[in-house]
């Protein structure tokens, strides 16, 4: 859908106006630190206790079951709504009252339901959304906002005779007209089919590149695990925070599994001593999974072992552990020690 150089044509807008001065002003900050943020509504913790810092530029994941608290972190951080305790920076700027219009001047935030005028042309939402921006050129920056996500061509449809998929474009174009330094994009695929999904893909991967944040919320974990540099997983409080890869390494033990055409006669002394293995357990007639410190060392020294043995190998494959088993392990977890 996008091209680097629409994304790139109206991140460059950008320094020629007001939010210009204050990115070189913070240019060292990170995009969001969050330092024990707390909400309560009612005296019910929606939100409590909750750290981390997201870098500039960086594509960050911010996943959670229903009622987890992203929505509201994400009000928070967008001077929708105040904390009630903790404190956090967005695009450098505390968060204050006082800083609320200056802070808002740095972001957009696309909800999941884009909210557009339906009665309205593309053109015509964008026209009254630069308006309240108070944008600078603002039909230039329309035009780039449009090519940026592939509309150029429906400026003047109606967005009510739109799809799902392209209003959701327009939603992004709109947010693209202030030229914002963090983006949070709230399920931005919701609904979506996998074309127009990859398209909003597409144009995330564009604008990382050009240096926006992407602050993500999703319950898709295949697109978190393609998209983000980190996650962080969300239940009231920060469950965990990290690369996917590194989330696996920390909760899943690596393991090797063999397969072979009939069971070992033997397995003991095939598996025994092996580098790099440290345990191993019969799965099943003729599979055998192995605990392994370090696949590369284990792999071949089990291969050369089960050789030697005459076995007749069918695979040996190291298993992969998805962020959606990171995810289920964590929040089933959870529901555990709630029910105990
Ligand atoms: P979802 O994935 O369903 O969008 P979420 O992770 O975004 O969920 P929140 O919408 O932040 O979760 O809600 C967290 C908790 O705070 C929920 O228990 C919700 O009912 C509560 N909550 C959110 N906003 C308000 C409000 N304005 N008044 C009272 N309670 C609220």
Redesign the pocket.
């Known amino acids: 859908m996008s091209s680097d150089d629409g994304v790139s044509g109206l991140t460059g807008l950008g320094r020629r106006h007001g939010a210009g001065a204050g990115r070189q002003e913070c240019a060292d900050a990170p995009a969001v630190e969050v330092s024990h943020l707390a909400k309560d509504?009612?005296g019910?913790a929606?939100?409590a206790d909750v750290s981390f810092s997201v870098a500039r530029g960086e594509v960050f994941g911010f996943l959670?079951?229903?009622?987890?608290?992203?929505?509201?972190?994400v009000r928070m951080l967008g001077t929708l709504v105040a904390p009630t305790s903790g404190s956090a920076a967005v695009a450098g700027i505390p968060l204050a009252p006082e800083k609320g219009v200056e802070i808002r001047r740095r972001i957009s935030i696309v909800p999941e339901s884009p909210g557009l005028y339906l009665q309205l042309s593309v053109a015509e939402n964008l026209e009254c959304f630069a308006g309240l921006y108070e944008a600078p050129d603002p039909g230039d920056r329309i035009d780039r906002a449009l090519r940026a996500v592939s509309l150029a061509d429906r400026a003047h449809d109606a967005c009510g005779a739109l799809s799902k998929g392209l209003r959701q474009r327009v939603a992004l174009a709109r947010a693209l007209l202030s030229d914002p330094q963090v983006l949070f994009l709230d399920e931005p695929t919701s609904g979506l089919d996998p074309v127009a999904a990859r398209d909003v893909h597409e144009l995330i991967a564009a604008l990382s590149r050009s240096g926006v944040t992407i602050f993500l919320?999703t319950?898709r974990l295949e697109e978190a695990e393609r998209l983000c540099d980190r996650v962080a997983i969300?239940n009231t409080t920060l469950r965990t925070i990290g690369r996917p890869d590194e989330l696996r390494d920390q909760l899943f033990a690596r393991t090797l599994t063999v397969r072979t055409l009939l069971p070992l006669t033997q397995p003991g002394r095939v598996f025994a001593n092996l580098p790099a293995v440290d345990s191993w357990h019969q799965d099943g007639s003729d599979a055998y999974v192995l605990a392994v410190t370090d696949p590369v060392a284990a792999a071949p020294a089990a291969t050369q072992a089960l050789v030697a043995a005459d076995a007749d190998v069918l695979s040996i494959s190291e298993s992969r552990h998805s962020l959606e088993d990171v995810y289920l392990e964590l929040i089933n977890e959870d529901e555990e020690a709630s029910r105990r």
């Open positions: 509504f009612g019910r929606a939100v959670g079951p229903n009622g987890a608290g992203k929505t509201t972190t919320t319950h969300l």
